[in-house]
């Protein structure tokens, strides 16, 4: 069965700093996809960034990237140059091929950011 | 940009009452999914819907569940008889290509129906 887990039920960061949220993921399945959305205060799930379990490089997208050690079972988020705008939960998520297209979310994170 | 837009925002039943969530997924996406979010929880998967049948469901998506895509556009979720315990926020998504989700097939959601049963 998948599981994902965030342990950071709560971040603060300061205005442009960085700051990373922890995600670490059991599958037993060689071939899975690991995600993460961003929830404002609003509610809607905006994707963020996307790293397969093949992939040879770490993904970035603009401020984000991820930390991905796959020894490790782990697939951090990176923000760079915390912005006002980035205060929001970040929910890391994880599809595998035993679970089709269904997406294991983990329980979010919360993220202050700070002026 | 396109997006999945979700009506009502909110919405606000009586136990036992029949309530249909409604979606409007990007238009030449073809793979339509529900899930929800109880207040302070994980976000968990209801059902996924390709070419008029449900593909998954979890365990969640009992017989007072159901989905149907009537007209082409609109992709519903009905709940029929509501209890307390299906107060949530309700996130229908959709995505465009066969295949696992990716970067490259991403899975987009909408703003999410809040459902409240009293």
């Known amino acids: 069965a998948q599981k994902i887990t965030q342990t950071q039920p709560g971040m603060f960061v300061q205005e442009k700093e960085a700051v990373t949220l922890d995600c670490t993921y059991d599958t037993s399945d060689p071939s899975y996809g690991l995600f993460w959305y961003k929830q404002p205060s609003s509610g809607e799930m905006i994707f963020l960034i996307y790293?397969?379990?093949?992939?040879?490089q770490n993904a970035t997208e603009g401020r984000y990237s991820l930390n991905f050690q796959k020894a490790r079972k782990s697939a951090n988020l990176v923000i760079s140059a915390s912005q006002l705008g980035d205060s929001a939960m970040y929910f890391c998520?994880?599809?595998?091929?035993?679970?089709?297209?269904?997406?294991?979310f983990g329980g979010g994170t919360r993220l202050m950011v700070k002026p | 940009e396109p997006e999945v837009t979700q009506t009502p925002s909110h919405q606000v039943t009586q136990m036992g009452q029949e309530v249909i969530l409604r979606c409007v997924p990007i238009?030449?996406?073809?793979?339509f999914y529900w899930y929800r979010q109880i207040l302070g929880q994980k976000v968990e998967f209801l059902v996924s819907?390709?070419?008029?049948?449900?593909?998954?469901k979890s365990e969640i998506f009992d017989d007072q569940f159901s989905v149907e895509r009537p007209d082409g556009s609109n992709f519903t979720l009905k709940i029929r008889s509501t209890k307390l315990e299906d107060s949530a926020m309700y996130f229908c998504a959709s995505n465009l290509r066969q295949g696992p989700l990716s970067g490259a097939n991403v899975l987009t959601f909408g703003a999410g129906s809040r459902l409240t049963v009293l």
């Open positions: 819907f390709y070419n008029n049948e449900i593909s998954e």
């Open positions: 790293q397969g379990s093949y992939d040879q």
């Open positions: 998520a994880m599809r595998d091929n035993n679970a089709g297209n269904m997406l294991t």
């Open positions: 238009s030449n996406h073809l793979y």
